[in-house]
C-alpha cells in the first residue's frame, strides 16, 4: 500500500489526541459545575475515548499492535498527540475553552475526512461527524453564554483563551508526512486546516466578546507530533494505565 | 480532617478541610425545564424528566446528553416548569366516576373489535367454498344483514353487562 507510513503516522495522530483528550476531559466526572453539565461533559469525554479506540483498530488492521497495546503499553515518547491535550485540567474555564478549541478542530479535521481518498478513514469520519456536531454546539452555546453572562464570566473565560490557545496551534503542528497525505488525498495539509479553523472559530469568539491573544513565534507548544511531550502526559499515562499493569496479562 | 480518596481526582481538587454545612438557599441553582422526547417522526413526545438549565437554549443542550443518550431519538421540547398548570390533589376526586364506566375505557373497545372479529370467522367458516363471480352480490347482501343483527345484538349484551 502506498503512503503506508504518512497514513499510520495520520492516524496515531488521531487516535491518541482523541485518548488523551477524553481521558482528561473525564477527570471532571463527580466535578462538574452542575450536575447536569457533568453529565454532558463527561459523556463528550466518553465519545472521544471512543473514537480512538475505531482509530487504533484502524491501525490494527494496517499491521500496528492491538488496540489495548497501543493505548496501554506505550511510553509516552511514542505518543502522537499535540502537547495541548496532556495539559492538566485546572479550572473549568479552561477546560471548557480547550473543549472549544479541541472539538472544532476536531471538526473541520473529521470534515475534511469525509472527503479522503481513503474509504475506511472516508466511513469512520461520516460516522463521528454525527457526534462531533453536538460536541460543537455544547463548546459553543457554553462559551456563549458564560462570556456574555457577565464580566467576571467574560473576564474567567478570557484569560482561559489567552493561555488556551497558543497550545491549542499544537494541534496543527505541521508534519514531515503533511504534503504528502495532501497530495495524496488523503488529508488536507495542517496549514489549510489551521485556516479554515480560524475561520469558524473566530466570528464565535467575536461573538462572545472574546480576543484571541498574540502567539509567540516558534511556538512553544510544538514538538508533540514528534514525540515531544511535557511531564503531564507521563502522570496522566500512569494514572491511566494504574489498573493494567497491576495484571498486565489479565483477561477482561 | 483533610479528605483523602483512592480516586487521584478527588485528591487533585483539594478539598476544604472543614464542611461547614453551608446551607444552599432556595433557588440557589437554576430553574427547571420539563423534557419531552420523541423516539421517532409522528411519534408522540413523551415526557422524560426535567433538567436544570437557565434558558430554553442551555435546557435542549443538556435534556440532550441527559434523556437522549440511551434511547432512539429525533426530537425534543423543552417547557418551563413555571409555565405547566396542574389540578390539585384536593380535587383528586374529581376523577374517581360515581357509576361503573369502564366500557368507556379505551380497552372496553378492544373487547368489542375482538367480538367483531370472532363473529367474521366464524361467518366464513360458516360459509361454502368461494363463492362464483354471479353469486356474489346475493351473498354479500345476505351477510351484511345477519351481520349487523349480530353485532348489534352481542355489542348491546356487553354495554349492558358491563
Same mark, same amino acid.
Given at each position: 500500500m502506498q503512503n503506508l507510513e504518512a497514513l499510520k503516522n495520520l492516524l496515531y495522530r488521531l487516535a491518541d489526541d482523541f485518548l488523551i483528550m477524553g481521558h482528561r476531559d473525564s477527570e471532571w466526572i463527580g466535578l462538574g459545575p452542575i450536575l447536569e453539565e457533568d453529565i454532558a461533559f463527561a459523556s463528550m469525554a466518553q465519545d472521544k475515548v471512543g473514537y480512538s479506540l475505531s482509530f487504533y483498530t484502524l491501525l490494527h488492521e494496517l499491521g500496528e499492535a492491538d488496540p489495548d497495546t497501543i493505548a496501554?503499553?506505550?511510553?509516552?515518547?511514542?505518543f502522537k498527540c499535540a502537547q495541548f491535550v496532556e495539559m492538566p485540567i485546572q479550572d473549568y474555564a479552561f477546560s471548557l475553552i480547550r473543549h472549544f478549541f479541541f472539538d472544532y478542530a476536531a471538526d473541520t479535521r473529521i470534515q475534511a475526512l469525509k472527503n479522503s481518498s481513503y474509504d475506511k478513514l472516508r466511513d469512520l469520519a461520516n460516522k463521528i461527524s454525527r457526534e462531533l456536531k453536538y460536541h460543537c454546539m455544547h463548546a459553543k452555546t457554553m462559551v456563549t453564554q458564560i462570556a456574555k453572562g457577565n464580566e467576571d464570566g467574560n473576564s474567567r473565560l478570557q484569560e482561559a483563551v489567552n493561555t488556551a490557545f497558543p497550545m491549542a496551534l499544537s494541534l496543527f503542528?505541521?508534519?514531515?508526512f503533511c504534503e504528502e497525505l495532501a497530495q495524496a488525498g488523503i488529508c488536507p495539509t495542517e496549514a489549510s486546516l489551521q485556516k479554515e479553523w480560524l475561520q469558524r472559530i473566530t466570528p464565535l469568539l467575536i461573538e462572545a466578546s472574546l480576543s484571541l491573544p498574540q502567539v509567540p513565534e516558534?511556538?512553544?507548544?510544538?514538538g508533540g507530533r514528534k514525540?515531544?511531550?511535557?511531564d503531564y502526559l507521563d502522570e496522566l499515562i500512569q494514572e491511566m494505565t494504574a489498573v493494567i499493569r497491576l495484571e498486565p496479562e489479565a483477561v477482561w | 480532617m483533610k479528605i483523602q480518596s483512592l480516586d487521584p481526582r478527588i485528591n487533585r481538587?483539594?478539598?476544604?478541610?472543614?464542611?461547614?454545612?453551608t446551607r444552599i438557599p432556595p433557588m440557589d441553582q437554576w430553574q427547571t425545564y420539563e423534557v419531552f422526547h420523541q423516539q421517532a417522526r409522528g411519534d408522540q413526545h413523551k415526557h422524560v424528566g426535567i433538567v436544570h438549565a437557565p434558558n430554553p437554549e442551555m435546557a435542549l443542550l443538556f435534556a440532550k446528553e441527559q434523556y437522549a443518550r440511551r434511547s432512539q431519538c429525533v426530537n425534543l421540547w423543552v417547557v418551563r416548569t413555571a409555565d405547566v398548570y396542574a389540578t390539585s390533589y384536593d380535587d383528586a &376526586?374529581?376523577?374517581?366516576?360515581?357509576? &361503573?364506566?369502564?366500557?368507556?375505557?379505551?380497552w372496553g373497545y378492544k373487547d368489542t373489535r375482538q367480538l367483531i372479529e370472532k363473529f367474521k370467522k366464524e361467518k366464513e367458516m360458516a360459509s361454502p367454498a368461494t363463492p362464483t363471480s354471479s353469486s356474489i352480490s346475493e351473498e354479500n347482501h345476505s351477510s351484511e344483514e345477519t351481520s349487523k343483527k349480530k353485532v348489534v345484538g352481542k355489542s348491546g349484551i356487553i354495554i349492558g353487562k358491563k
Open positions: 496501554f503499553k506505550r511510553e509516552a515518547i511514542h503542528e505541521p508534519t514531515e516558534p511556538n512553544p507548544y510544538y514525540g515531544y511531550h511535557t | 481538587i483539594e478539598l476544604p478541610e472543614e464542611n461547614n454545612n &376526586d374529581i376523577f374517581e366516576p360515581a357509576f &361503573d364506566k369502564s366500557y368507556r375505557e379505551s
